[in-house]
């Protein structure tokens, strides 16, 4: 695992009294498919997944199975993800450019709300049919609705074994070899409606497991859609609350109060924090060790792995935040006085890790 870290604190003192900190943690090794999963098994998972849909879409065409249409569309779900997962890996290795400066680890984000968009359309017009299929039953060929079956459980089983060993590495892989062991079940089923179907002529088993598969399907689609929807409209970061953040970082003694905080998230995994702290005018000469400080802090406190601070020694008025807005009255950081700024420098003792 490769780790970058740049710690960059410009000072400008030509009329302006502000400097900008930018503190990035770049963790290359955390990508969603974990180093023991190699990319040739992700591309044989994802080439048999696709395969199997393929032969139960067929199968349910010719045999008239809505319930094997079902469970395409959950191995399709499954293709989906195996296929978002071999995108990481391939994206994970492209380097940033000057027009893509936060990389292309977006494109995973993407892929997936496409991909659920899909499923979820198809999963609402299978659950559509299954209601016209129990107002108007229609005969089934349980022989060929079988043999599908049978095959698509055998390559769920494969693609079971191919995942295993990388599911313990990555929440990612594990979340699709999860998804298999379900689509295995599922194979199951529909097995097992088939047998009945040709014993009894139970044709109603066919649109009740297209009902059961459906609405699974629908219900693993949600939680997916929300995310990638909060993170393209960069939303703050689940397992990030804004409020403990401020608290903490105005707790320190050289900070006045911490605005203008920005958090989001390209890919769902790193996460980024923009902000302006206001400090006091005894903190002018540590901004590099307070800079370094904080951005440690946030990193092991909130697992921020891009900090970028805008530090101020005056207040925002109007929302400008150039540091030469400052209160009418006042000199310098006098009119935005508090609980830090009052604090004499030998009390203070400087911030935790930082020199006073």
Same mark, same amino acid.
């Given at each position: ?5 740049h ?8 009329n ?7 503190? %990035? ?7 969603? *498919? ?5 990319? $040739?098994? =992700? ?7 696709? *395969? ?16 094997? @249409? ?22 994970? $290795?492209?380097?940033r ?7 292309? +680890? ?5 892929a997936? @709300? ?49 995942? %295993? ?24 089923g529909v ?10 002529g139970?044709?109603? #088993?066919?649109? =009740? #497991?297209?009902?059961?598969?459906? @609405? ?9 859609? +929300? ?17 403990? #953040?401020?608290?903490? *970082? ?17 890919? /769902?995994?790193?996460?980024? #924090?923009?902000?302006?702290?206001t ?14 400080? =904080?951005?440690a802090?946030?990193?092991? $406190? ?6 970028? @601070? ?27 006085k /508090? +609980?830090?700024?009052? $604090? +004499? ?12």
């Open positions: 695992m490769t780790t970058e870290n710690d960059h604190d410009h000072n400008h003192d030509q302006q009294d502000h400097d900008h900190g930018h503190d %990035h943690g770049h963790d290359h090794g955390h990508s969603h *498919v974990a180093p023991g999963t190699s990319e $040739r098994r =992700l591309a044989l998972s994802l080439v048999l997944n696709l *395969v199997i849909t393929a032969a139960e879409v067929a199968g349910g065409l010719f045999s008239n199975s809505l319930a094997l @249409l079902s469970d395409a569309v959950h191995n399709l779900s499954d293709a989906s993800s195996l296929g978002v997962s071999w995108l990481a890996k391939r994206i994970s $290795r492209m380097e450019t000057p027009a893509h400066s936060f990389g292309f +680890k977006r494109a995973e984000v993407l997936s @709300l496409v991909n659920t968009v899909a499923l979820v359309g198809i999963g609402i017009f299978l659950l559509v049919e299954a209601g016209r299929k129990f107002l108007h039953p229609e005969p089934v060929v349980g022989q060929v609705m079988l043999v599908v079956a049978v095959v698509g459980l055998l390559g769920n089983l494969f693609t079971a074994w191919l995942l %295993h060993s990388g599911s313990r590495e990555s929440l990612n892989i594990r979340s699709a070899y999860l998804h298999i062991v379900m689509d295995t079940l599922s194979s199951v097995i097992a409606a088939a047998l009945l179907m040709m014993a009894f139970w044709t109603w #088993l066919d649109p =009740l #497991l297209t009902l059961a598969v459906s @609405l699974y399907v629908l219900r693993e689609s949600w939680p997916l859609l +929300k995310t990638s929807i909060h993170i393209l409209m960069q939303g703050t970061p689940e397992g990030v609350q804004i409020e403990p #953040l401020i608290e903490e *970082v105005e707790s320190q003694p050289d900070v006045v109060d911490m605005h203008h905080v920005h958090l989001w998230t390209t890919d /769902g995994n790193e996460v980024f #924090l923009e902000a302006h702290v400090l006091c005018e005894e903190a002018r000469s540590r901004t590099d060790e307070l800079l370094a400080f =904080l951005s802090h946030l990193g092991d $406190r909130f697992g921020i792995g891009h900090v970028t @601070l805008q530090f101020e020694f005056a207040a925002c008025v109007n929302g400008r935040c150039s540091g030469l807005d400052i209160l009418p009255g006042s000199e310098g950081n006098a009119g935005f /508090g +609980k830090a700024c009052l $604090r +004499k420098p030998q009390d203070r003792g400087g911030s935790p890790g930082v020199p006073g």
